[in-house]
């Protein structure tokens, strides 16, 4: 049983390029969402989605862009990073919103 | 505006002793709160959890307590375990079921 699945789990870019961090489930959640984890700053959420075709921002949504297409597939772009992305980023899914979250493993990007 | 602060970002207790981690929070729509336990280079994983209608939610050795008037709750460990050890963050779900707040943490240490 794998969970939530992150990849890649590290990535180093230049400013101004742009990726996709995948993120996929095998539990037939419908809920799915993105955090940052930040020095001091704990976890925010940057954007989620409880559906496949629906989704909506968080706490921290500027600069990067979702979509789910699938229940089990939910990744986040960065559009044009910034060394201010820089960070620890989680995915993670659960049966319903503000309940118990399963987390993937994270993925450390820094922006160069 | 940080609506989730642990204030401790550190704690180091005897092995065998009682652990308490703190929290508080300024929202008073927030109505589910959360812990979850992060080792080094892992996602975070679920602990345990209490609803606002309740002032304490019990799981073998480890107990949360909510204080609705004071907007604090606590995570108290007994008897702690050197695998105990991991960041600790403390969650809180608001009014709309969406918004996921989390504190920046507590590094607990469990000392053999």
């Known amino acids: 049983n794998a969970g939530v699945t992150q990849t890649p789990k590290f990535q180093v870019l230049k400013t101004g390029q742009s990726m996709t961090l995948q993120c996929a489930q095998d539990?037939?959640?419908?809920?799915m969402s993105w955090y940052r984890q930040d020095p001091g700053m704990g976890l925010r959420l940057i954007h989620y989605?409880?559906?496949?075709?629906?989704?909506d921002q968080g706490e921290v949504p500027n600069g990067y862009n979702v979509s789910r297409s699938t229940t089990e597939d939910f990744p986040l772009r960065l559009l044009s990073a910034a060394p201010s992305q820089t960070s620890v980023y989680f995915c993670?899914?659960?049966?319903?919103?503000?309940?118990?979250?399963?987390f993937g493993q994270g993925t450390r990007l820094t922006v160069v | 505006d940080q609506q989730v602060k642990q204030n401790s970002p550190s704690l180091s207790v005897q092995e065998g002793r009682i652990s308490i981690l703190n929290c508080d929070y300024t929202?008073?729509?927030?109505?589910?709160f959360l812990w979850y336990k992060k080792y080094p280079a892992e996602g975070p994983t679920f602990l345990i959890s209490?609803?606002?209608?309740?002032d304490k939610n019990e799981d073998g050795r480890f107990t949360v307590f909510l204080n609705k008037s004071a907007k604090h709750l606590s995570l108290h460990i007994v008897p702690s375990q050197p695998g105990d050890s991991a960041v600790y963050f403390c969650?809180?779900?608001?009014?709309?079921?969406?918004?996921?707040?989390f504190g920046a943490g507590t590094r607990l240490t469990v000392k053999p």
């Open positions: 993670a899914s659960s049966n319903a919103p503000g309940i118990e979250a399963f």
């Open positions: 539990m037939n959640h419908e809920y």
């Open positions: 989605s409880v559906g496949a075709g629906i989704t």
């Open positions: 929202n008073s729509m927030f109505d589910y």
């Open positions: 209490i609803s606002s209608i309740k």
């Open positions: 969650a809180a779900r608001g009014y709309n079921n969406n918004d996921m707040r």
